[in-house]
């Protein structure tokens, strides 16, 4: 083993990269993608080379490349021609939901989910899915009946796997909080991304910002997270001053208020003294 370059353990290598580690061993034993070094015990180490490697094929598979097919790309220039793997995913989910397939439905989920990030999957493939899903059941006759059978679906695997992480996480315990009016799944895929990146997540949906006086002092010294709406008044600004200081924001929105509100954006990609 060489003793002249920086190796690093698969954990680090996950939280730099944001690629966790079941998904990194998947890439080295079926894709054939990476070749970290081994110590004495068996224990992978990654030098500065493997990282960036890592980082390349996430370019890839954000591009819409499948997994099975980025390696070629990596070792040449690549075809112009790019299959776009991520509405391939979501056609095959919008059938498997509309045809109540349970089982395939879990078996792309489950391909998904272990092949590739999850936040990568969450927002290529699981909130343009759900989306469609939603618009379609509402001009189909069958719309109730499928949203109904989806719903129980996704709630019962996504809580379930929530509830698994926060029982084996040692990461910060966090609240977050979705504010106003959001799909159904939101909160669910958002606390998962949280879970997954160690955190220990509790979920909460406020219909507005009026009623956090009336829970705030029962969320503990937690960090807490809100995932605010477009639009917050200036009376909303207000509740921020009073319960600001352990207060961060987070969704897609958040950029648009860290001025306004004077807070900083969390990031479950980085460890919280990066937050900005």
Not at 14 to 24: D, K, P, R, W
Not at 117 to 127: D, E, F, W
Not at 219 to 227: K, P
Not at 260 to 269: K, Q, T, Y
Request: glycine share 4%.
């Amino acid at each position: 083993m060489s003793t002249n370059q920086a190796l690093y353990p698969i954990r680090e290598v996950s939280e730099q990269t944001g690629v966790n580690s079941v998904t990194l061993r998947a890439w080295q034993r079926r894709f054939g993608l990476l070749n970290p070094q081994r110590t004495a015990k068996g224990h992978r180490l990654y030098s500065e080379q493997d990282i960036a490697r890592v980082h390349e094929i996430v370019r890839w598979l954000e591009k819409g490349v499948p997994i099975s097919q980025v390696k070629p790309l990596l070792e040449q220039q690549p075809n112009n021609e790019v299959l776009d793997n991520w509405q391939q995913q979501i056609e095959l989910l919008l059938a498997a939901s509309f045809a109540l397939k349970a089982s395939k439905l879990n078996q792309l989920l489950d391909q998904l989910t272990s092949l590739y990030p999850y936040g990568l999957v969450m927002n290529k493939v699981l909130i343009p899915w759900l989306k469609q899903c939603d618009e379609d059941c509402v001009t189909r006759a069958d719309g109730t009946i499928v949203m109904v059978w989806l719903q129980q679906q996704i709630k019962q695997r996504f809580y379930t796997r929530l509830q698994l992480a926060n029982q084996t996480n040692q990461g910060l315990a966090v609240w977050l909080l979705q504010v106003g009016e959001r799909p159904w799944w939101r909160l669910l895929l958002q606390a998962n991304e949280w879970a997954l990146a160690g955190y220990r997540v509790t979920a909460l949906h406020l219909p507005d910002l009026t009623q956090l006086p009336l829970v705030i002092d029962r969320l503990e010294a937690n960090d807490i997270l809100f995932d605010l709406p477009a639009q917050v008044t200036t009376n909303q600004k207000q509740l921020f001053n009073q319960h600001g200081a352990r207060a961060y924001l987070t969704g897609e929105f958040a950029v648009l208020h860290q001025v306004n509100l004077g807070l900083r954006v969390a990031d479950s990609r980085q460890p919280k003294e990066a937050w900005q």
